[in-house]
């Protein structure tokens, strides 16, 4: 359980008012429920250091956890962040997946001779695991951000901007909730990113090829804005061909003219300027500006003195245009880019779009989070333009691809994790997918509502409804006296009269000696409830990797020191997936397309996607003081740095290595003392 809740703002928020809309007009559920979490807080749980790599005098971090409880830790360290930028889930309904390749084993000869000529990607052994399912009803989706929108603004400086990143499907609803959180008069922008130019499956409506990005501050009046120029697109290419035509033959080159005349009346700048009369609303600059330009021939001087003066804007000079709020010339990832073949995430922002925000509404060392880091693009671009970054995501997959991206960048940072309980599951998507085989008995009930996960049945009590906290949802993980009242009063009620009993999991709970005392004082049902530990259950399949290896002393041309040598490995979470996939593979068989199993040789090495030895410490956090990755294709990228040779099977330190850590390549990761 949380070690204490801490507020999220201290004063209170007209957040209700919105809340008290949406149940009128859209029959918003949860309005009680939203306001109950804040008067509790975040939940502030113990956060374990797992690494540091470099010296971190910056104070960088990777944090694996929610979005809430991140906020809980920054805000009782006293971090305030400049910038946040958050590509949460957009309830678009898909399910998203990464594609996971088998390795080339380099114990096994025929391989090794193989690796002599690069493969295509095609023919690269690969199977595909469901990472998030972006799947929610609107009312769940609404508590969700509203929740973490609080949280976040509880972090954020008082002159800090924050960009929310979605699509049509939601965009319109957090609008609304954003207005209420940061205030109406702290909206600064709606940015149209145009992803694509266009989509080949619009047949019955105009092609959607834009996200939309919003732009808030917390405090509209003061705020860092550095406005951006474009100079490379089609449209500022056009203008400066039409615009930039004059040449004065003086070496400077081409300019255009650009009127001095104010749009607004201003007499303190009516004045006559070498014998040139002026406007009526007066000129655009003072005095002492137009007579520098002047001494510098950077004026068109008219020969009748009731004509207008231009200045002379040098292309050579010119910045471009201003950056406007529809973004026309940052394409999406593609498939074929660097950008892609490095990273591969299912749904990863391009550097470019993340360089601009970055750039527009922060300075060099401030703080820059992102609490839905994904691919950490956010992270990366930070890091490279001088700015201070927090990378926090729930999927371990999202930590691992950010935290080696970071090294392969040279950035330092902390690798810390939150103790809540939730990291007893590697990917939430897949064990909500298997719940129904983790608990014994459990099955689809349709006459139940949605609120009940399935049924178990017993042979004296008949069905009895089973409720488990939806992982993919934190606001339903803890077990509190408003999830129970709601139970209570909402769920059981709406039960057959026959219902005897329910079973209640969670993963985290207030106080158990509370709910049951909330339950027995609550004589509304005399339905009974039981309580269960989902823990108990995910505790039972979590099986680690078994790795065979040996250390030896090697004395080689250019290298000294010492070599572990994997020898044998054995992943059965990640042979189980192979043998679905095989099964699958076998059943959709045709003669045009024949069955092709992944094979996996007896050594198993084929599973294994990056490898670490510490040398520095038998326990506590992780000191990588070697590593080495190995990409889809083979090539091993040792330290961060990409090389062009196969793995031979083994990793090699300068130091007696103390520790070995492998990482299979669904992501699990084992460590083992040497």
Not at 335 to 344: C, L, N
Not at 599 to 627: P, R, T
Request: charged share 30%; hydrophobic share 35%; with cysteine.
């Amino acid at each position: 359980m949380p070690i204490k809740y801490v507020p999220f703002i201290p004063e209170p928020i007209e957040g209700q008012a919105v809340l008290g809309n949406f149940n009128r007009i859209l029959k918003y559920k949860g309005a009680d429920k939203t306001s109950m979490v804040l008067e509790r807080g975040m939940p502030l749980y113990e956060m374990e250091k797992q690494e540091t790599v470099g010296e971190n005098k910056d104070g960088n971090m990777v944090i694996h956890g929610e979005c809430v409880s991140a906020c809980a830790y920054l805000k009782e360290q006293g971090v305030q962040v400049d910038l946040v930028y958050i590509d949460p889930p957009f309830a678009s309904g898909a399910d998203y997946a990464k594609k996971v390749y088998i390795r080339r084993n380099p114990k096994v000869a025929e391989a090794i001779e193989k690796a002599e000529q690069e493969l295509d990607i095609d023919e690269l052994k690969a199977f595909e695991e469901k990472m998030y399912g972006d799947v929610w009803d609107k009312e769940k989706y609404l508590n969700w951000m509203w929740e973490n929108l609080m949280a976040i603004k509880s972090v954020m400086s008082e002159t800090a901007s924050i960009y929310v990143h979605l699509d049509w499907h939601m965009i319109h609803y957090v609008k609304i909730i954003m207005d209420e959180i940061f205030g109406e008069d702290n909206f600064i922008n709606e940015i149209i990113w145009r992803r694509k130019q266009s989509v080949s499956w619009a047949s019955k409506q105009f092609g959607i090829t834009n996200d939309t990005i919003l732009w808030y501050g917390c405090n509209a009046d003061e705020y860092v804005f550095n406005p951006e120029y474009s100079i490379d697109d089609e449209n500022t290419k056009n203008y400066l061909e039409k615009r930039f035509v004059y040449d004065d033959n003086d070496g400077r080159g081409k300019y255009m003219k650009s009127p001095l005349v104010n749009s607004l009346y201003r007499p303190n700048l009516k004045y006559e300027f070498h014998g040139v009369n002026p406007p009526e609303n007066g000129w655009l600059y003072k005095k002492e500006r137009l007579e520098e330009w002047y001494q510098n021939n950077e004026l068109v001087m008219p020969s009748d003195p009731n004509m207008r003066i231009y200045r002379k804007i040098y292309a050579s000079s010119y910045q471009g245009q201003p950056i406007q709020n529809i973004w026309l010339d940052i394409p999406i990832v593609n498939p074929m880019a660097k950008e892609r073949a490095d990273i591969d995430y299912a749904t990863q922002k391009p550097e470019a779009l993340l360089e601009r925000i970055i750039k527009a509404s922060s300075n060099e060392n401030m703080i820059i989070a992102d609490f839905f880091g994904g691919s950490g693009v956010t992270a990366a671009v930070a890091n490279k333009l001088g700015r201070k970054f927090i990378h926090c995501d729930i999927g371990i997959n999202s930590i691992q691809i950010a935290r080696d991206r970071l090294v392969a960048d040279g950035a330092e940072f902390d690798v810390l994790e939150i103790k809540d309980g939730v990291q007893l599951y590697r990917n939430p998507v897949q064990t909500m997918d298997k719940i129904k085989l983790l608990i014994p008995g459990l099955k689809n009930e349709d006459s139940l509502d949605s609120f009940w996960e399935g049924a178990i049945s017993d042979s004296k009590l008949g069905t009895v409804p089973v409720y488990v906290p939806n992982l993919m949802d934190s606001s339903t993980k803890l077990l509190d006296k408003v999830l129970m009242n709601r139970i209570i009063h909402q769920a059981i009620p709406d039960l057959d009269s026959s219902i005897k009993k329910v079973i209640v999991y969670y993963v985290d709970i207030t106080s158990e000696e509370e709910i049951r005392k909330f339950i027995s004082e609550d004589d509304s049902t005399t339905v009974e409830i039981e309580l269960r530990d989902l823990k108990a259950v995910l505790d039972d399949v979590v099986i680690e990797d078994y790795a065979e290896f040996h250390t030896e002393e090697i004395h080689e041309d250019l290298f000294g020191g010492y070599a572990v040598t994997i020898d044998k490995f054995i992943s059965d979470r990640v042979l189980s997936k192979i043998s679905e996939f095989n099964q699958k593979a076998l059943l959709n068989s045709t003669a045009k397309k024949p069955y092709n199993p992944i094979e996996i040789s007896e050594e198993g090495l084929e599973l294994i996607e990056f490898l670490s030895v510490d040398c520095s410490s038998k326990d506590g956090k992780w000191h990588s003081d070697s590593e080495i990755k190995i990409n889809k294709n083979g090539y091993v990228i040792v330290n961060g740095n990409k090389t062009k040779e196969f793995w031979d099977g083994r990793i090699c330190s300068e130091k007696k290595p103390l520790r070995l850590k492998i990482r299979n390549i669904c992501g699990d990761e084992t460590v083992w003392n040497i």
